[in-house]
């Protein structure tokens, strides 16, 4: 049975998500943010075991620990194709803006629009939802959705930063609106949802 941890990161507060099997432990860690040591710590005290690090996009307050998450855990990190070049440059990932440049080491696995993944404990699909960013991703897992800074409770993500794109998110909007309403969301930052709900009240979605 699937389980998901919220584990919320940084100054900006990042809503990083640990999927995970309730029988074997098995994990997934997506968006870390800055706070390494505490996911780690998290992790371990609830006795997971990480099988991969993915980022739903490239902007610094979701990136920061990849590098120390993948090598503590020895693990790969999966990022959109469109997330080398957003992950290598300090501009693209806005963390020059924040006064604390930041290059991330390329992803291991480049993940592409319509892509299954399968795992021996699960299996989730991406769907490319530029606009956010570039590169931005949602993870669409059985009965849930992981929709990074893409799609929040009550609104999107803001388009004004490099490589962002109103026409785009509202664009990408249109792949979510076609999944089932019963699906959980679970965006970047602050609290879950519902598609349903989202689709009767989030004015981007109607």
């Not at 780690?40 to 920061?64: A, Q, V, W, Y």
């Not at 020895?74 to 924040?98: C, G, M, R, W, Y």
């Not at 990074?148 to 785009?168: E, K, N, P, V, W």
Request: aromatic residues 8%; hydrophobic residues 35%.
């Amino acid at each position: 049975m699937l389980k998901i941890k919220t584990i919320v990161s940084g100054q900006i507060q990042v809503n990083c998500y640990i999927v995970y099997d309730a029988d074997t432990k098995a994990a997934v860690i997506i968006d870390p943010g800055e706070e390494g040591d505490k996911i780690t710590s998290e992790i371990e005290k609830d006795g997971l075991k990480p099988e991969m690090l993915i980022n739903t996009h490239g902007h610094f307050d979701h990136i920061l620990s990849d590098d120390q998450i993948r090598k503590h855990f020895n693990i790969p990190l999966a990022a959109h194709t469109e997330s080398v070049p957003i992950l290598l440059d300090p501009q693209k990932n806005a963390s020059v803006f924040f006064g604390f440049p930041v290059s991330i080491k390329k992803p291991d696995i480049l993940l592409a629009d319509n892509q299954v993944v399968e795992l021996p404990w699960t299996k989730f699909k991406v769907i490319h939802t530029p606009g956010h960013t570039k590169d931005s991703i949602c993870l669409l897992f059985d009965d849930f959705l992981i929709t990074g800074d893409t799609l929040f409770a009550g609104d999107i993500g803001r388009t004004d930063l490099a490589d962002g794109s109103y026409g785009q998110i509202i664009q990408s909007l249109q792949k979510i609106k076609q999944l089932s309403p019963s699906l959980t969301i679970y965006p970047g930052h602050e609290e879950s949802s519902t598609l349903d709900f989202e689709l009767k009240n989030n004015k981007y979605l109607r």
